[in-house]
Structure formats: structure tokens, C-alpha cells
């Protein structure tokens, strides 16, 4: 008998062979792409540290999705640049807030378009924390100590304060369904907002709004160049008391659990890569829609390697996010999603 009688390379041979038994297949119909609203009009500011990557006035922006649904993109999802920020993170709910505008302005100019909102208050918040801070031990007023936390202050003279949140928050998602996005997707990282955040739809006659959470959030340092963007690195401290530990995924399983628990209608994890065993265990354990986010830094990260011609740029775009879907989420938010439908058209 010849020996070997198992060939895998028989089916690697010819591309014909190759494509007709590829187990997956990259495709834009689950891809949703970020945008950054900012103030103004005709802006278009490129992201020091995401090259390709744009702040955006409301007008860009209708262009942009303009551009993104003629690609075959079916999603976007908005994150705001307000004029100011303050404690009570005004311009997350305003109905006059950023977002709310662009929303506004993307449904009408580009109907169709699957207009997703992440709901977060560090965007507007200027401590840049997701949530109320309070000092724990601190001398001064509530107040000013969020407003000026002394340098010399630990993190741990700070508490970022859970319940309080949550109406912020509800508010939040209720203001940016009344502007037309079609689905919430909380990214803050709070107990029990999911909850908070139904609702809070549902009483507002928002009951057919779906709920993508943030739900195995993971505090990261992959989000760096996503800060710079949205101006929204925390002014002290870190997120490690409301984003998740790297370390763990069975917490990871708890908290989509929970999310799935108080109504989350689809889950997300992120980051991606370096969170695929926490995708593939979501994906075996949750009959719910997977999404996962292709974070800023892992973008940064392949678009400087691509610069220096150290990898091929399309070549390993396409195999992280193979490897994405691989691993088990149909939805991916990426800033490569225009990149990819246009390679794949
Ligand atoms: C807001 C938020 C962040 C990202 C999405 N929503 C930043 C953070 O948690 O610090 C990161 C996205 C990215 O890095 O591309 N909380």
C-alpha cells in the first residue's frame, strides 16, 4: 500500500480546490464600520494614530455613509466629539447632542443604513470616566474634586458610582432611539445597565430597539488610538474597576450571561484578537447573534507594521478578520470594513 493514503494537500492544490472547500468566507454583510462625529462643518481631521480614520462634522459623516452603504456595509456605529463635556455628561443625551444630530441627519440623507449607537459617557464626561466619579476618602466636595482631582490623588480615592449611572445611561439610549438609531449598544461597562437601558426603551414605546451589549468588555490597552480619536481618555486613573480582567474568560461568560439575562438581544466581545478563545466560547454557549470589535490598536498596529512594509497590509487585514469570524462572531465592528468590501468586490 503507498503510503500516505491521507493527503490533506490533495485539496490545497489549485485554488479551484482551495475555494470550493473553504470552511469560511469573509464578507461585508456583518461588518459595521465607526465613525467619529465632531463639531463643525466640512471637517474631515485625519486620527494621528489611525491612519485612513476621521473625525467627522455631521455633513462628512452623510457622506461617509453614503460611500459606506454603496459598498455593501449595512451598519455604522456613531461615537460623539461634543463641544464641551461636564459632570453629568450633557452632551451624551441631549437631544441637540452630536450624535443625536448626526443620527438624525444620516437616517434622513441615507435611509436604510443600520444606524447603531454606542451608548458611553466618557466621550462626554470631563474626567473621561464611564460613569459618575465620586471621591471615597478625599476632603473636597464631590464636585470639585471630579472636576480637578489633585495629581498626587490614587485611583482608589476615587469610586465610579454603579446606580447613578444607569439613569445617565438609560437616558442616553432613550434620546438616541427618539433620533433614529436602529439598535443600542452600550459600552460603559456598568451592573445592570442593560436592564436600566430596556427599560427605559420600552416606557418610551422603544420596545422593538434591540440591545447589542458590550458584554465581555475588557479593559485594554489595545484602545489606545480609539482615545485619541474620541478625545476620551480617562483624566485620572484607569477603567480597570468596570472593564473587564484580560485574564478571565469564565467572568467573561458571566457577564454575557447577565447581559443576555436582562434583555441584551445580541452580545459583543472585545477586543478581538486577542480575545478569540472568548468569542469561541461565547459562540458555543449562546444561541444570541456574536458581534466582536476590531479595536483601534489592533488596526494601528497592522496599518504602522504595513508602513514600514513589514507585513502585506491586505494580506493580514483579511487573516485577522477571518480569524474573527473563525472564531465565531458574524458581526464584526472594524475600521477596515471599507478596505475589505472594496478588496472583495
Ligand atoms: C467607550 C468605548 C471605547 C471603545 C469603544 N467604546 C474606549 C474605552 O473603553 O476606553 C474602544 C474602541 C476602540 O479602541 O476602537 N467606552
Known amino acids: ?24 468566507r469573509l464578507s461585508p454583510e456583518g461588518f459595521v464600520y465607526p465613525l467619529f462625529i465632531c463639531p463643525g462643518e466640512g471637517v474631515r481631521k485625519e486620527v494621528r494614530s ?4 476621521f473625525n467627522l462634522s455631521v455633513d462628512e459623516a452623510v457622506k461617509e455613509c453614503r460611500e459606506v452603504k454603496s459598498l455593501g456595509i449595512p451598519s455604522v456605529i456613531l461615537f460623539g466629539l461634543p463641544e464641551a463635556k461636564d459632570e453629568k455628561a450633557t452632551g451624551a443625551w441631549a437631544d441637540d447632542g452630536i450624535v443625536q444630530k448626526a443620527a438624525r441627519a444620516i437616517k434622513r440623507e441615507v435611509p436604510g443604513l443600520l444606524l447603531m449607537g454606542d451608548v458611553c459617557l466618557c466621550e462626554y464626561m470631563s474626567h473621561g470616566h464611564c460613569g459618575i466619579v465620586k471621591p471615597v476618602t478625599a476632603p473636597q466636595s464631590v464636585g470639585a474634586a471630579a472636576a480637578a482631582p489633585p495629581p498626587q490623588v490614587k485611583v482608589e480615592d476615587y469610586e465610579i458610582i454603579n446606580d447613578a449611572t444607569l439613569d445617565i445611561l438609560a437616558r ?6 427618539k433620533a433614529g438609531m436602529d439598535i443600542i449598544a452600550p459600552s460603559d461597562m456598568m451592573d445592570g445597565r442593560v436592564a436600566a437601558i430596556r427599560t427605559a426603551l420600552d416606557k418610551n414605546g422603544f420596545e422593538q430597539i434591540p440591545i447589542l451589549s458590550y458584554a465581555a468588555k475588557f479593559a485594554s490597552g489595545f484602545y489606545g488610538p480609539f482615545r485619541e480619536a474620541a478625545d476620551s481618555a480617562p483624566q485620572f486613573g484607569d477603567r480597570r474597576s468596570y472593564q473587564m480582567d484580560s485574564a478571565n474568560l469564565r467572568e467573561a461568560m458571566r457577564e454575557i450571561a447577565l447581559d443576555l439575562e436582562e434583555g441584551a438581544d445580541m452580545i459583543m466581545v472585545k477586543p478581538a484578537i486577542a480575545y478569540l478563545d472568548v468569542i469561541a466560547e461565547a459562540r458555543r454557549r449562546f444561541d444570541v447573534p456574536i458581534a466582536a470589535y476590531q479595536v483601534s490598536g489592533e488596526y494601528a498596529m497592522i496599518k504602522a507594521a504595513a508602513q514600514n512594509n513589514w507585513i502585506d497590509h491586505d494580506r493580514v487585514m483579511l487573516e485577522s478578520l477571518l480569524s474573527i469570524q473563525r472564531a465565531g462572531a458574524s458581526i464584526v465592528l472594524t475600521y477596515f470594513a471599507k478596505e475589505v468590501a472594496r478588496l472583495l468586490a
Open 1 to 24: 500500500m503507498a503510503f500516505p493514503i491521507q493527503r490533506p494537500r490533495r485539496l490545497r492544490r489549485t485554488e479551484a480546490l482551495r475555494s470550493f472547500v473553504r470552511e469560511a
Open 50 to 53: 489611525m491612519p485612513g480614520v
Open 172 to 177: 442616553t439610549a432613550v434620546s438616541q432611539a
